[in-house]
């Protein structure tokens, strides 16, 4: 099964350069899931006011203004896991918070798509 795990920093927690060890155990944790197949993809999001909500009712679409507190909260990450059950990637979700630090990863199963490699 396919999940999208998606990263928001608690309040504070992405003031500051990360360390040099934070940055190193992430890379370390990366890799390994790349390895391990468990990790399809990440990146980084920028905030919704660099983006957009595009609203559709009935046969007219608008484009929705985003209040500016939402428009400033930092999603600052995403990343499509592999895993044989929710509970596995939950696992997976909170070996990456433990490295991550404080902040909250909202998951979410992913329907269709290409085929999944592997076994």
Do not use: H, W
């Amino acid at each position: 099964m396919r999940f999208l795990s998606i990263y928001t920093p608690a309040d504070g927690a992405s003031a500051g350069a990360p360390t040099a060890a934070r940055l190193e155990e992430m890379g370390a944790l990366v890799e390994e899931g790349f390895k391990s197949g468990a990790l399809v993809t990440t990146g980084g999001l920028l905030p919704l006011s660099e983006g957009a909500v595009v609203e559709r009712t009935g046969d007219q679409y608008v484009l929705v203004d985003v209040p500016i507190a939402e428009a400033q909260e930092a999603s600052t990450g995403y990343a499509i896991l592999n895993a044989d059950s929710k509970e596995a990637v939950i696992e997976m979700v909170k070996d990456f918070l433990r490295v991550a630090g404080p902040g909250k990863s909202e998951i979410f199963t992913i329907m269709g798509g290409p085929p999944e490699t592997g076994d």
